[in-house]
């Protein structure tokens, strides 16, 4: 009998050596003379478990991690073909408490399945969505999605039904779905574990939009860093058109949607909507101005919708069970689920899908497990290197878009990165600026120029040359920088260094009292 | 100098052969940059001429496409390519000790090629790796948690692998 052992293709698991474990496992069966399926599968996100290997038994799914190499031949003398007792034993991995806790809408499948097997990912609801999609005229996707209450989950948080139908509502020959999968904030992985992990969810949602709002053309922008998710989403999108999920006449309905993966080129500002537009063009991705808005004036000048990765993997599940079904999950204006992601400095980091609510606390302590270091938690910082600096005494705040906006900080695209009292904020301050100074396009004159400055102020502030003037400066300039620049980077980069200032006075050489102060 | 000329011809063979492939797609220029830094491992130069008169673009838009882009070269790098993260995440996990300990053992700074033509070192702003930080990647391959004993090994390994070859 065949033992169907799984092993993680995904590129964090790749990182600490699930090459060699799944090279090794099938050299050991060999040599027992076992008969063995090594199914490459997604991660299930718990990263410091990987490499976890599981093995299908009667009983259900077993697994063991952290595994290395040299733990593989014990393994098969534990007889873990058949789930038996092995010092990584993790027992059946749907009884794991880290994963039962969790609200799995977008990641159901991400580890479950064989990532490029259009037969698996069928056989475990998938497509039922655009199933349903094609019996409902346009309008009615639309109001789906609208009712939903599903916003843009790469960081803006606009409703995605209402982007929609700006662009159904355009009168053009040629439409455009593009998939911003530039995924470049710290902290970050979600995009990748579902393009890596459960790839036919991303291109069942894209057919879905297309089909909703009349494109026969998408395009997935994805980031260069990512050449594992470049090959699983090529290899499904080949499966896809093969059996007739994309191409010409989708399932038999008469509709087209054709879809390509470009590679992007290593700039952070491209995951802006306007500038990635520019780089699918073939230009430099200057930040355009708005108006026209990319719905009305998009790609190659037609009519676009532009969604995040997330965006367009959570609508097969709106399409499948309905709106009503999504609304039910999150709090206040942020309905449904959101795939955080555990980074930086904590014990468990990973990838844990809630509804809006849960706390930063629980996620960092009851999800994360605390610091890895041991040491306590000084600060986070949510939402890529544009978001804010939270403090201890903002770790209550619940996960939800609004709450996040009362305190001067932003959810974005989920991701949590956590420091240790190790952390020099003044540096981090200095760090924002920079990667800003980086990354900036150089369209507009507070990003491209404000950038430097405000590191070289930041420099002033930490060797106390002109302390009280300079600390004045640098809020001068983030209120240049904020209410000037032409898109999010230059925009925002104030938010990590004004939190930073304001929660953490004391690395910039400033009392608490003395903020009061020098802020008049 | 010979040898040198030889690798230029063919280089200049496959670039007029990717050119051809890829100049009817709609925005071309990317995914023919990308297609030329592939094959030859930099985007040289010499080649801004011909790609400008196949896409009707002067050879200063294909200048500031090719240098707007971190991801793309104007030189040709060394036999490998050491990018160690430098974004939030890895720092939290300690990715400065990390950075300067490469640069003390290669003597080289970012963007820099070690003397014997080796490693050249890059900085990378993350690769989605950040629930196992810090990240170092050689040529193709991703290494996460990595201490600076691990990244000597790293290195070793990386030139032994040049010494059997």
Redesign the interface.
Known sequence: MVTKVYIPRDSSALAVGAEKVAVAVAVEAKIRGLDVEIIRNGSRGLYWMETMVEVATEQGRVAYGPVKVKDVASLFDADFMHGKPHALSLGLTEEIEWLKKQQRLTFARVGITDPVSLEDYIAHDGYKGLKNALKLSGAEIVKTVTDSGLRGRGGAAFPTGIKWNTVLGCESEQKYIVCNADEGDSGTYSDRMIMEGDPFVLIEGMTIAGVAVGATQGYIYLRSEYPHALVTLNEAIEAANQAGYLGDNILGSGKTFNLEVRRAAGAYVCGEETSLLESLEGKRGLVRFKPPLPAIEGLFGKPTVVNNVISLATVPIILDKGAQFYADYGMGRSRGTLPIQLAGNLKHGGLVELAFGATLRELLYSYGGGSASGKPIRAVQVGGPLGAYLPESQFDTPLDYEEFAKLWAVLGHGGIVAFDDSVDMAKMARYAFEFCAVESCGKCTPCRIGSTRGMEVIDKITSGKDHAKSIQLVRDLSDTMLNGSLCALGGMTPYPVLSALNHFPEDFGVSSAGLSSEAK | MSDLQTTHEISAAVIDALIAKHRQQ??????L??AIQDAVGYVPEYCYASISKA?SLSVA?VH??VT?????RTHKPGRHIMQICR???????GSEVLEAHAKSCLNVDYHQTTADGAITLEP??????????P?VVID??????VSPAELDALITEAKVSEVKA
């Not at chain 2, 709609?26 to 995914?31: K, Q």
């Not at chain 2, 974004?87 to 996990?93: D, G, I, L, P, Y």
């Not at chain 2, 990378?124 to 930080?133: E, F, T």
């Open positions: 709609p925005g071309a220029l990317l995914p940059l990308h896409l838009e500031g496409v707007f882009y971190h991801h793309f974004a939030e995440s890895c720092q939290a996990m990378v702003y993350c690769m989605g790796n950040c629930a196992l930080s990240t193709d391959e991703i290494y996460g948690r």
